[in-house]
């Protein structure tokens, strides 16, 4: 399962950003390595709390927002989640010392595009964070280790059969894609934009848009990591 990024797998910009950390030298530590990707200090803007991020957000537009796990006033879980209702288009990016299965995947749930612990380095964490730029979503190795362990255990048997419409076979309720949808979906699960896929399937970014919205709500999710989770959970993807 490779790590993919938000919505519309564009490259985003890292400026302004917004850092959710309760911990000084941990916000000092993001500060500085955002300044190293050609952030200026003015646009960094910094909270330590959930009600500190949802005012700002009301307030200001962010080209990504940092959030830790454990808040002194909730979950950043909690405020990925209202991100995702309130500013769908602002991807957000976990950094945070918690590396629990119940965290990680409630975390990728809420709509996070990226899982990243504070144990890396300085250079880690900015090299992770730049490919944002290039329509990347940076989940640490190890939670990615974790991630393709836990789907080699959980992975369900695909129906093998294909209906004659070319859809693929619909599972626990889902609603049935069509081959086409089953095509893009493959391209999102190798990581490739919206861009890349449109030029690729000879098609507009435009219908590469529509069949992964069609492709959204048919496995019921919000995100491109979600989808390819979803789908390979039921079978609908090797």
Known sequence: ??????????????????????DPAMQARLRYVLSTLG??????????????????LGEHGYGVVLVDIGLPDGSGVELIDWLQAHHPGIPAVVISAWRTEEIIFAALRAGAIGYLLKE????????????????GAPIDPSIARHILAWLATHQPTADAQVQASGAAPAADGL??????????????SQGLSNRDMAESLSISRL????????????LAVNSRTEAV??????????
Not at 41 to 56: C, K, M, N, P, Y
Not at 121 to 135: M, T
Not at 175 to 182: G, I, K, N, Y
Not at 229 to 237: E, K, V
Request: glycine share 4%; hydrophobic share 40%.
């Open 39 to 56: 952030c200026d200090e003015e646009r960094i803007a910094v909270t330590d709390s959930v009600a500190g991020a949802q005012q700002l």
């Open 120 to 135: 890396r380095d300085d250079v880690e964490l900015g090299i992770a964070l730049r490919s944002i730029e290039q329509g």
């Open 175 to 188: 609603a049935p894609l069509t081959r086409r949808e089953r095509k893009i979906l493959e391209l999102v």
């Open 229 to 238: 989770f979803q789908a390979r959970r039921h079978g609908l993807l090797r």
């Open 1 to 22: 399962m490779s790590p993919l990024p938000i919505e519309d797998a564009e490259p985003v910009s890292l400026s302004p950003a917004l850092i959710v950390e309760d």
């Open 207 to 218: 219908t590469v848009e529509c069949h992964t919205k069609n492709i959204y709500r048919k």
